[in-house]
């Protein structure tokens, strides 16, 4: 069995100090070394009050007595396919829980199972990168489809225009468009919650709901926007007959750009949206590809909604991250909502 050399060493969840401490050690501590990552070990213990946890301290803190695992420790990007408890070791007894995860979240495996658990680094909501153990059957190499519930838009703030018809083409173009993951969806929803007035204002400075959705010729009776024609339309204010023009082309539906925004609020609302998340900018980045590098990079989830907020608010073309866009505490509000059911 391996000691440890001295008392407070600092015990981290991950190999380094940029990961969430753990506790600090005792020279008391029952010790397992398991395998060197760098200039850190990995460790199995049991802290002077009897519970095991496995964690990792700098090399020379240790006098190792064990023969080393050979681990090649690999990012391998997973989706949680099944909302997961997570453990600090590969056990769902014996080790202390260190979360939830939930249906969608992106995950790294590290390449490295012990039994039926994998050991993964993941970033949960609210907190820094961390690293932990889940059963090996909630993750999947693709996202899992989430469909969003009514109840579940009423949790983030949607209050008007909420219908049946409605989440049904919500969940749609959140399939064609590509946004799958939690972190997506989360982010997704907070905005469209927002820049519609909360699902109330499809039209910019104008009470229209989704209930005028797929009303044939009707739309041509519906206010333009107070800014024009081209101003703002649908669950992400689409703004400008530039962006109505590439909308149209991109999607080959040559009404958009001819009747602009009242057309996109009939049918298009979420579809337009979905076309705006995926949009390129200067950077050669949309929100949906900034998101994904977000999130492997261990941005925060609130940090990851604040930049999305500057992109949506401010353009995509966007790239001072540190300014504050509009409405920044509503749309932090429908985020912080949204985390609670996805």
């Known amino acids: 069995m391996s000691t440890f050399t001295a008392n407070n060493v600092p015990i981290y969840t991950g190999p380094g100090t940029t990961y969430p ?15 060197k990552e760098g200039t850190y070990l ?19 803190s240790v006098n190792i007595t064990e023969t080393l ?9 997973r989706y949680v396919v099944t909302a997961a408890t997570t453990y600090n070791g590969p056990a769902t007894s014996g080790y202390p829980t260190t979360g ?18 994998a050991f993964i680094e993941f970033t949960p909501i609210g907190s820094a990168m ?36 409605m989440v049904s083409n919500l969940n749609l173009n959140l399939a064609n468009w590509g946004i799958k993951t939690a972190e997506q969806i989360r982010n997704f929803l907070a905005q469209t919650c927002v820049e519609s007035g909360y699902g109330g204002g499809l039209l910019e400075g104008r009470l229209v709901t989704y209930t005028y959705d797929y009303c044939n010729a009707n739309y041509l009776n519906l ?17 400008g007959s530039g962006n109505y023009s590439s909308y149209a082309a991109k999607v080959g539906d040559s009404a958009i750009s001819s009747n602009g925004a009242k057309y996109v609020a009939a049918f298009k609302p979420w579809d337009s949206a979905g076309y705006y998340w995926n949009l390129n900018g200067n950077s ?11 999130v492997s990079q261990g941005v925060i989830g ?10 949506v608010n401010k353009g995509i073309n966007s790239t001072n991250f540190t300014q504050i866009p509009g409405q920044a505490t509503e749309r932090n509000n429908c985020f912080s909502n949204a985390c609670k059911v996805f």
């Open 223 to 239: 206010p333009n926007p107070t800014t024009g024609q081209y101003g703002g339309g649908g669950f992400i204010q689409l703004t």
């Open 69 to 77: 695992q050979s681990v090649s420790i690999t990012n391998n990007q």
């Open 21 to 35: 401490m753990i506790e600090s050690s005792s020279t008391s501590f029952q010790v397992t070394a398991l395998w």
């Open 302 to 311: 609130t940090e990851i909604c604040n930049r999305v907020s500057i992109l």
């Open 100 to 117: 939830n995860l939930s249906k969608g979240t992106t995950v790294k495996f590290l390449n490295y199972k012990s039994g039926s658990f």
């Open 284 to 294: 050669g980045y949309s929100i949906k590809t900034y998101i994904d590098l977000w």
């Open 130 to 165: 961390t690293r932990g153990y889940i059963a090996e059957t909630s993750l999947g190499t693709a996202p899992p489809t989430i469909t969003v519930t009514s109840a579940q838009l009423a949790t983030v703030g949607f209050q008007y225009g909420v219908s049946s018809v």
């Open 42 to 60: 990995y460790i199995d213990y049991v802290n002077a009050a009897y519970i095991r946890r496995r964690g990792y301290v700098p090399s020379t």
